[in-house]
């Protein structure tokens, strides 16, 4: 009796020391787990800030100024993006947009952004987390004042007996608009078209020296590129000299391998002068369902 009493004993003991072991692996692989959920939630938000503060930059220099209202196009299109990211909202975000005073053409303007956010498992203390990320563009033209550009200077000369010279003809400002168009729901893994165009609405003007921009979002690959020219996620086409009157369209295909939401921006430019750059760019969003 007293044997089987003893083996019962140590056979109880062995058991509750297995159970020890096995709360304790798993303790640990559990932690190893939620450390890299939380790893890949802030590589996700690190990769759509910059997204976000890049189309602002890029419309921050566009418009030649710094345009930091709560309703301006910088703050807004750099909101859109945070927006269209799968884990990242505006709400939770900090934007900032800078510019040497005073600011000029080519002026550096820094768009910034500071996110700030609780991880998906709080491990002790690691229970929240701030990112930040900023993007610099030269501002191609000097502030704009109700859709005008402001000179850069005023030349002032003495008058003199010599002839007057003859007057130069000055350029009649033009205006070239954006558009977009695309599907509003498309199926993951599946190409998806959408149609870009750059119009000079002017009559009579050509403008010169046109180039059409879009700027692909984080996890959409790019199947057909229409005739661009591809750098990293950015698709230029040289559009050149756009006649008056006349639209230039073109069409890419790109895929999605997970649901969501995509928001694909595109801006157009050019050397002739404009009446205003403020519908020079655009947008269209797919639901991937």
């Not at 220099?61 to 990242?88: F, Q, W, Y």
């Not at 007996?161 to 893994?189: E, M, Q």
Request: charged fraction near 10%; hydrophobic fraction near 45%; glycine fraction near 6%.
């Amino acid at each position: 009796m007293f044997a089987t009493l003893f083996h019962n004993v140590r056979h109880g003991r062995a058991r509750a020391q297995s159970l020890v072991e096995l709360a304790l692996v798993l303790g640990v692989v559990l932690l190893i787990l939620f450390g890299l959920l939380d790893a890949i939630q802030i590589v996700m938000i690190k990769t759509t800030l910059q997204h976000a503060v890049e189309a602002g930059a890029n419309q921050a220099a566009l418009i030649g100024g710094e345009d930091t209202t709560p309703n301006g196009r910088v703050t807004d299109i750099t909101k859109l993006v945070l927006d269209s990211g799968v884990l990242t909202r505006d709400g939770a975000s900090a934007i900032t947009v800078t510019c040497a005073a005073p600011c000029r053409r080519y002026s550096a303007i820094t768009v910034a952004v500071r996110y700030t956010d609780r991880v998906f498992v709080p491990i002790g203390p690691f229970g929240s987390f701030a990112l930040t990320a900023s993007a610099t563009r030269a501002s191609e033209q000097d502030v704009v004042v109700a859709g005008v550009a402001t000179p850069t200077s005023v030349a002032t000369s003495t008058p003199t007996a010599a002839p007057t010279a003859t007057p130069t003809a000055t350029p009649v400002p033009i205006n070239i608009t954006a558009s977009s168009s695309g599907p509003s729901n498309a199926s993951p893994r599946t190409p998806v078209a959408y149609t870009f165009s750059v119009n000079n609405t002017t009559t009579g003007q050509t403008a010169n020296n046109v180039v059409l921009t879009l700027t692909l979002p984080a996890g959409v690959t790019l199947v057909n590129a229409g005739g661009a020219t591809v750098s990293g996620q950015t698709l230029t086409w040289m559009v050149g000299a756009l006649p008056a009157n006349t639209t230039r369209s073109y069409v890419v295909q790109v895929s999605k391998a997970s649901a969501g939401v995509v928001r694909l921006f595109a801006d157009a430019t050019t050397t002739s002068p404009e009446t205003t750059t403020l519908d020079n760019d655009t947008y269209v969003t797919t639901r991937f369902i």
